[in-house]
């Protein structure tokens, strides 16, 4: 069985600029979760998909992402602008449970991005 | 606010030691903690899972415990190998079913 894919591993932008992440799950995982890891801090939480629905977008740093989980398969995440700040690994995970949070989440390998 | 803590930050052993890590999490209201374990460049991999409901969890020469009411977790690896040597992380899920991590250890076993 795949496990939870990223494109690309790595990304290098200019400040400005677009870019998206995009993340398949393990196939048949309803819950998608996006997480970031920035420079020297512990990785957090951005957004719970379910399916296509957002269940949770909490973590979102601001209106500059963009995720998307058309037909709650793949996901996107879109940065743009990119700013400096948003240099980090952003990590996909996905789980196969619907309700409570008792489900083992499996991570993919992330994407590093770098904003110059 | 969920907080997450690992001690220590780094940890270095001569290979065949028996070596705890610890997690400490101020919200004990968890469905579950994670450990996990992350290799230079990589993503992570899942090691163990427990349930808030369970007191311990093992697989092979790993052994995880959780004491929720003190808001505590150790991971026990026993006869540490070079190839044990990762950044390990500690990571509880509460009712919002999003993973809230620690900082990580990072683990050196010398050969």
């Known amino acids: 069985e795949a496990g939870v894919t990223q494109f690309p591993s790595h990304s290098v932008i200019e400040k400005g600029q677009t870019v998206t992440l995009r993340c398949d799950p393990i196939s048949g995982h309803d819950n998608l979760y996006w997480y970031r890891r920035v420079m020297g801090k512990e990785i957090k939480f951005l957004l719970h998909f379910v399916k296509e629905s957002k269940q949770d977008e909490s973590g979102m740093p601001n209106n500059r992402f963009l995720a998307e989980r058309t037909g709650g398969t793949y996901s996107t995440l879109k940065v743009q602008p990119a700013e400096l700040e948003d240099s980090g690994v952003y990590f996909c995970?996905?789980?196969?449970?619907?309700?409570?949070?008792?489900?083992?989440?499996?991570f993919g390998p992330g994407t590093r991005l770098t904003v110059l | 606010k969920q907080e997450v803590t690992q001690i220590p930050a780094a940890l270095s052993v001569p290979e065949g030691e028996n070596l705890v890590l610890n997690c400490s999490f101020t919200?004990?209201?968890?469905?579950?903690l994670q450990w996990f374990r992350q290799d230079p460049g990589k993503g992570l991999t899942s090691l163990l899972l427990i349930q808030s409901s369970q007191r311990e969890q093992t697989s092979g020469r790993l052994n995880a415990s959780l004491d929720k009411s003190s808001g505590r977790s150790t991971l026990y690896i026993a006869a540490s190998q070079p190839g044990d040597s990762a950044t390990y992380l500690c990571?509880?899920?509460?009712?919002?079913?999003?993973?809230?991590f620690g900082q990580g250890t990072r683990l050196t076993i010398n050969p």
């Open positions: 919200d004990s209201a968890i469905y579950n």
């Open positions: 995970a996905s789980s196969q449970e619907l309700s409570g949070g008792s489900d083992t989440q499996y």
């Open positions: 990571a509880v899920i509460g009712g919002a079913q999003k993973l809230v």
